[in-house]
T-cell receptor, first 111, second 116 residues
Framework: QKEVEQDPGPLSVPEGAIVSLNCTYS??????FMWYRQYSRKGPELLMY????GNKEDGRFTAQVDKSSKYISLFIRDSQPSDSATYLC???????????FGGGTRLMVKP | EAGVAQSPRYKIIEKRQSVAFWCNPI?????LYWYQQILGQGPKLLIQ????????DSQLPKDRFSAERLKGVDSTLKIQPAKLEDSAVYLC??????????????FGSGTRLTVV
């Protein structure tokens, strides 16, 4: 069993839809949780970062962490075609520690 | 701010050949990482440097992979000899280290390696 599980998709939604992306993990030592967006043939770019449990909002993006369930989510409101990419969750045990990534979910937002 | 630079962008080699990748991190970033991303998978850490010292190389296949970071700036990753299963994108990333406002890495665009 992988430490971090993520549905590979693809997830196809119409423009303007609310998108929900999720990851589950098995290692209770993870404390830092991140979401990265990766466009084709590009490196991942950091979208959201959360420490421990709770919610964090940034524009159209909301990240949620539920450590009791070992479950994290990323919500995208008013999705745009430019949001079409692969979304990777990542987590680490401590500051400066290595990141463990999920396999990524491919999202397609259709105009 | 200039990003993380990597070269070459693409490389095709035959199995058992050797190959080297180069990375120039963001100026001032003390921490440098090499990740391997196989098609359809998330990145997997190969090695982490803090300045020019190795912090974590537990997942680096040391019988064929080597990496160095001279003078705590640029880094090279080498594979010798290459195997078919080494076909992947090799991503370099750098970070300031622990900074609550800037936590997270900045990745380069990667080097896409195909071993035939």
């Amino acid at each position: 069993q992988k430490e971090v599980e993520q549905d590979p998709g693809p997830l196809s939604v119409p423009e303007g839809a609310i998108v929900s992306l999720n990851c589950t993990y098995s290692n209770s030592a993870f404390q830092y949780f991140m979401w990265y967006r990766q466009y084709s043939r590009k490196g991942p770019e950091l979208l959201m970062y959360t420490y421990s449990s709770g919610n964090k909002e940034d524009g159209r993006f909301t990240a949620q962490v539920d450590k009791s369930s070992k479950y994290i989510s990323l919500f995208i409101r008013d999705s745009q075609p430019s949001d079409s990419a692969t979304y990777l969750c990542a987590m680490s045990r401590g500051a400066g520690n290595m990141l463990t990534f999920g396999g990524g979910t491919r999202l397609m937002v259709k105009p | 701010e200039a990003g993380v630079a990597q070269s070459p962008r693409y490389k095709i080699i035959e199995k058992r050949q050797s190959v080297a990748f180069w990375c120039n991190p963001i100026s001032g970033h003390a921490t440098l990482y090499w990740y391997q991303q196989i098609l359809g998978q998330g990145p997997k850490l190969l090695i982490q440097f803090q300045n020019n010292g190795v912090v974590d190389d537990s997942q680096l296949p040391k019988d064929r992979f080597s990496a160095e970071r001279l003078k705590g700036v640029d880094s090279t990753l080498k594979i010798q000899p290459a195997k078919l299963e080494d076909s992947a994108v090799y991503l370099c990333a750098s970070s300031l280290g622990w900074d609550p406002k800037n936590y997270g890495y900045t990745f380069g665009s990667g080097t896409r390696l195909t071993v035939v």
